[in-house]
């Protein structure tokens, strides 16, 4: 598998010398050439997290370009979501018990604990150490393609769309962080949203400066599209006080301020959460919110906060900024109340935040909502939100 002179530069200015809608398929043409691979296949993760969307070797949807999906590769059970999950390259031989037969490789496709999706190759003969190494090197350039040429195009949009999205789901979705995990340093946080395709209401947001770490979780009352329009207005809000510098109560008022300027009698509960990323001081704003889960050493409690007023409540309040005790190990679970309305009774989620407290977040928070929907028999009624942070997490993959 010999190759180019430069690997892997070589794949970034052969991305950068074409449209951006046409960068991945240039990519996939020259691991193709570089493995003399049969076949190459970006598959990226769709809104759900549950299932896959596979782009041809040219990076085209499927033979479409008018935004239908390509081939969808459910996750459950599959060698797909095994790699996305240990983020460990997979080698598979061809044929029966190994013998002869093209190879498959899959290597994650992931930034900073953000998976993206996943690189699949088909290859003559079983690949080195070496090209083993070179394939990863090739699965991290290929996420730094789709990171910046999204902001071009919708071609990966089309791809997370294996549901028609409502309105309210559209914009919803636009409030979402472009990045639903992060890992940096001394922590790893991870959200997740259901459902994917409708309603309107609930939103995560998390920004990281350089010793600061914000994290917020949001709630609007009611549903469609009003809704998310009052959401827009907290998370814009929101943004706007934490990109000035103002510390956690004034963001909190700032989004109740919002509201009852131009919300039309909306409200929304919250949680704005503000760790100090030197000495790990943690503060938190509860706005009617349920409390948090914090799982420490094997054991899950909810966090003693008191609740003030939501945001947008018509009569004066205040907003108290409370300490929040933080220690190295700690997982942290916000959730919203889709996440425990209903049938809650039939899911115990301190019990599932244990059991899952070996997994990394983006997994938590595919499993804690994947368990919502099966309790409520795969459909529900209001948005269910979780956003999960790990402290001091360093032993994770």
């Not at 013998?99 to 290597?107: C, D, E, F, M, T």
């Not at 329009?229 to 929101?238: E, M, P, Q």
């Amino acid at each position: 598998m010999a190759g180019e002179p430069v690997w892997p530069t070589g794949l970034l200015a052969a991305a950068e010398a074409v449209p951006p809608a046409e960068s991945v398929g240039v990519v996939n043409s020259r691991i193709r050439e570089r493995f003399d691979a049969a076949s190459v296949s970006f598959l990226i993760t769709d809104f759900s997290g549950n299932s896959l969307v596979r782009l041809g070797s040219s990076g085209d949807i499927g033979e479409a370009a008018d935004g239908t999906n390509g081939p969808v590769v459910e996750l459950a059970g599959t060698v797909h979501d095994r790699v996305i999950r240990t983020q460990q390259l997979y080698v598979e031989s061809g044929g029966e018990s190994g013998r002869g037969g093209p190879v498959r490789v899959i290597a994650p496709v992931t930034s900073r604990g953000d998976s993206i999706g996943l690189l699949e190759l088909l290859v003559q003969r079983r690949p080195g150490p070496a090209d083993l190494r070179e394939i990863g090197e090739a699965a991290q350039v290929l996420a730094y393609v789709v990171i910046a040429d999204r902001r071009f195009t919708d071609l990966y949009q089309w791809g997370q769309r294996t549901a028609p999205l409502t309105l309210a789901a559209e914009i919803q979705h636009q409030l979402l962080p472009l990045a639903l995990a992060c890992r940096a340093g001394r922590f790893a946080v991870a959200g997740a949203l259901e459902p994917a395709e409708s309603i309107g209401g609930d939103t995560f947001d998390y920004a990281l400066d350089r010793d600061v770490l914000h994290l917020s979780l949001t709630d609007a009352m009611g549903h469609d599209v009003a809704s998310a329009l009052a959401a827009t207005l907290l998370t814009g809000a929101l943004r706007g006080a934490r990109r000035v510098g103002a510390d956690l109560g004034e963001q909190a008022e700032r989004a109740d301020r919002a509201l009852l300027d131009h919300g039309h009698r909306a409200m929304a509960t919250g949680q704005l959460l503000r760790i100090d990323l030197r000495d790990g001081r943690a503060r938190i704003v509860n706005a009617g919110h349920p409390r948090p889960l914090r799982l420490r050493q094997g054991r899950v409690r909810e966090v003693p906060l008191h609740a003030d007023l939501p945001f947008g409540t018509p009569f004066p309040h205040t907003y108290d900024v409370q300490l929040l005790d933080l220690e190295p190990g700690d997982r942290l679970v916000m959730l919203t109340d889709g996440m425990l309305e209903h049938r809650a009774k039939d899911l115990d989620l301190s019990l599932s935040v244990q059991r899952t407290g070996h997994l990394h977040p983006r997994e938590v928070v595919r499993a804690l909502t994947g368990e919502v929907l099966r309790v409520h028999g795969g459909s529900l009624q209001d948005d269910a939100a979780v956003l999960c942070l790990d402290w001091c997490d360093t032993g994770r993959p």
